[in-house]
């Protein structure tokens, strides 16, 4: 069955340190891949997407991300996290390519220490 | 930029009421999406909604759940008898294909 895994609940960093986020998935097929951003009381906000190609991707705020097959991962990156970032980030996979579904996996709080 | 909207942003309803959800989605899209997310847990599909009839639907979205789009603009979920675990926070989303674009969602309190 297909599935998401972040393995870290909660990450703290220092505001100018760099970030890493980890994402896993379980899919059968080539899985397009998001990062999905949600700051308190916000909705869910696009960061970036993977679908083929360049394996490196770049997103808005600054963010990328890099999905190596050989490891099922789509690790989310930033070389320097502003306090603005603190936020719940999501990894998700999409089913097919047309209306499928989103599968979530369960969210990695960010907090950023001035 | 176009963005999906949702109201009521709060709603606090008895056991056993009906409630019902309201989006409005970008225009342009095709494809519609009911989430949900219970207080620290995944958020999980519910349904999608394309050509006017659903697509796919999980097995959360039983009996009790409903959606239409009567008019072509709002894209609304109506529960029909509302639980105690159907308290959450309910995200419609839209798209043209492989995109979905989130709303700022419903946070739904069934007492």
């Known amino acids: 069955a297909q599935s998401v895994t972040q393995p870290d609940i909660h990450i703290t960093v220092s505001e100018g340190a760099s970030l890493e986020l980890r994402c896993n998935y379980s899919?059968?097929?080539?899985?397009?891949l998001f990062w999905y951003v949600q700051s308190p009381g916000q909705g869910l906000q696009l960061l970036l997407k993977y679908f083929s190609g360049d394996t490196l991707v770049q997103g808005i705020k600054g963010f990328e991300a890099e999905f190596k097959r050989s490891q099922s991962s789509f690790n989310l990156r930033k070389p320097s996290v502003h306090w603005s970032d603190a936020a719940e980030y999501f990894c998700?996979?999409?089913?097919?390519?047309?209306?499928?579904?989103?599968?979530f996996g369960q969210g990695t709080e960010l907090s950023v220490k001035p | 930029e176009p963005e999906v909207t949702q109201t009521p942003s709060h709603q606090v309803t008895q056991m056993g009421q009906e409630v019902i959800l309201r989006c409005v989605p970008i225009?342009?899209?095709?494809?519609f999406y009911w989430y949900r997310q219970i207080l620290g847990q995944k958020v999980e599909f519910l349904v999608s909604f394309y050509n006017n009839e659903i697509s796919e639907k999980s097995e959360i979205f039983d009996d009790q759940f409903s959606v239409e789009r009567p008019d072509g603009s709002n894209f609304t979920l109506k529960i029909r008898s509302t639980k105690l675990e159907d308290s959450a926070m309910y995200f419609c989303a839209g798209g043209q294909g492989e995109t979905q674009y989130f709303g700022p969602g419903t946070r739904l309190l069934v007492l």
């Open positions: 998700a996979v999409g089913t097919h390519n047309q209306g499928g579904k989103l599968i």
């Open positions: 225009s342009n899209h095709l494809y």
């Open positions: 899919y059968g097929a080539t899985p397009y």
